[in-house]
């Protein structure tokens, strides 16, 4: 079981084996998003050997001279067709199919026409709180999580029971509020 805690109101901590990513997704304007990861773990990261993992290695992609993802549908976004003989999408690396399919919805996706699956309901929670902070905003107070301790949030990568709860897994997860609480104040207060 993999847990990837979401840290309003953009941020996510994605575990691995040795190290996590933790990935800030911060809009730029109404139509692009910049994307920030920092890895980090037990020991030291290699930057060559995770920029080459994530499928940014590619000069037709990306490069550090201006870290903006260049891929267009003009050469359908550099697919390698003969490639999906053993990578079914075609791309190398998570990050490069994640920009991609990020960028072959267009600069405003209609989500009136989207077809959500059950897999997607964290996209729906995600979506539904992030609208409950501009609500509140728009109110004037502070939206869920403002002065919320997260420095104790992990992000576990481990085998469980199927049947298990993932909270049992984290007991110092929760939902935070705006009072400055703690995770592990707030699960004291909930129980």
């Known amino acids: 079981m993999r847990i990837v805690p979401f840290i309003m109101p953009s941020t996510r901590i994605i575990p691995a084996p040795s190290l996590d990513f933790t990935v800030f997704e911060t809009p730029a304007d109404d139509e692009s998003t910049n994307t920030f990861i920092v ?24 490069s550090e001279d201006d870290c903006d993802f260049k891929a267009t549908w003009a050469d359908r976004f550099g697919q390698d067709r003969a490639r999906m003989r053993e990578n079914w999408t075609g791309f190398s690396g998570v990050d490069q ?3 991609i399919i990020a960028l072959s919805m267009g600069p405003i996706f209609d989500r ?13 929670r995600v979506r539904q709180r992030l609208l ?3 609500r509140a905003l728009e109110k004037g107070h502070d939206p869920v999580g403002v002065g919320v301790d997260v420095s104790d949030v992990g992000a576990p990568d481990v085998s469980v029971a199927q049947d298990a709860n993932w909270r049992a897994v984290v007991p110092h997860h929760g ?3 705006n009072k400055g ?9 909930a129980s």
């Open 175 to 177: 939902i935070p509020t």
């Open 39 to 62: 890895i980090h773990g037990n020991a030291p990261i290699d930057r060559a050997k995770m920029i080459a993992l994530m499928g940014l290695s590619d000069p037709r992609y990306w």
């Open 181 to 189: 609480q703690t995770v592990r104040e707030l699960l004291k207060l």
């Open 132 to 134: 409950e902070a501009t």
């Open 112 to 124: 009136s026409k989207e077809h959500l699956v059950p897999a997607d309901k964290a996209v729906v």
């Open 97 to 99: 199919e994640d920009a």
